[in-house]
């Protein structure tokens, strides 16, 4: 079962850059999108719903802003549309897909990096989403979290670390945040399950030659439940092609050793 997510900052662009032609030869099954900047009525060209998958859209309010995706081989038992909070909600920042026992969620966490109100709001987000994610490991199903979290965890996943530690994306509150997802609450990184290599990153700077130089952040990643570690295969970063400022990431799990009935 081949998941990948990818924030395309703005959909359309995306794909006059060719992403959908990559993605047609790419073989997910799920393709989960943060950061859409569409709403639904300005993606109905075929582009956007490929031929042989269920496509979702979450879109924000404002136009042209946020919004989740969430593309898939299978029809959903149930897709869900939000978290029942209007200031999230109203951004368009939370999409879940039900197949069986697993779902899978793109998730676009809010940023900091324009301020201190919406940091505010991000950790107001943090405060309010661990609860949740406390409540998905008791209710008995499988969950990849597909996500562009706008957090680093540890000095590997970003190039500068040391020169970041007081900005938005490296705070100790964050870092602290994902700690207690990781060490406490029993969610996995599955990316790093099997790649312990440095300079692995899904985010670069516009400014500076920031990609050519790989000066980059590991911001988008797929958080999994302990059911399916057994499962994780293989996870990769694409960086042939510019599609966004972020890459996609993928996610590959054999169907036969997850501990969850798909079906």
């Known amino acids: 079962m081949r998941i990948t997510t990818f924030n395309a900052n ?18 997910a099954d799920v393709l989960c999108i943060q950061e859409t900047k569409a709403q639904d009525a300005q993606l109905q060209d075929s ?3 490929p031929e042989g998958y269920y496509c979702y859209y979450c879109d924000a309010e404002k136009k042209g802003y946020s919004g989740t995706a969430i593309l898939s081989r299978r029809e959903p038992d149930r897709v869900q549309f939000g978290l029942g909070w209007e200031a999230a909600d109203s951004e368009g920042r939370y999409l879940q897909a039900d197949f069986g026992r697993l779902s899978v969620i793109s998730l676009y966490m809010p940023s900091g ?6 940091q505010a709001f991000k950790f107001e987000f943090l405060d309010r989403f661990l609860p ?5 490991r008791a209710d008995g199903r499988e969950y990849v979290i597909c996500a562009d979290w ?4 540890k000095p590997i996943d970003l190039k500068n670390w040391r020169a970041n530690q007081k900005n938005s994306g490296f705070l100790p509150e964050e870092r602290a945040w994902l700690d207690t997802l990781y060490d406490k609450v029993g969610y996995v990184d599955s990316f790093r399950l099997v790649n312990q290599q ?3 990153y899904s985010w670069w700077s516009n400014r500076g030659q920031a ?4 000066v980059g952040w590991r911001l988008d990643y797929h958080v999994i439940t302990p059911g399916l570690v057994p499962a994780v295969k293989a996870a990769s970063i694409y960086t042939d092609a510019f599609f966004s400022d972020h890459a996609p990431v993928t996610l590959d799990l054999d169907a036969g050793l997850m501990s969850v009935d798909t079906k």
Do not use: Y
């Open 47 to 49: 582009v956007f719903r």
């Open 113 to 118: 990096s324009s301020g201190e109100v919406r």
């Open 150 to 153: 706008n957090m680093c965890h």
């Open 10 to 27: 703005g959909i359309r662009s995306a794909a006059r850059k060719g992403f959908f032609d990559w993605f047609a030869d790419h073989g």
């Open 198 to 200: 440095p300079e692995q």
């Open 211 to 214: 990609r050519a130089r790989n």
């Open 132 to 136: 949740l994610l406390k409540g998905f």
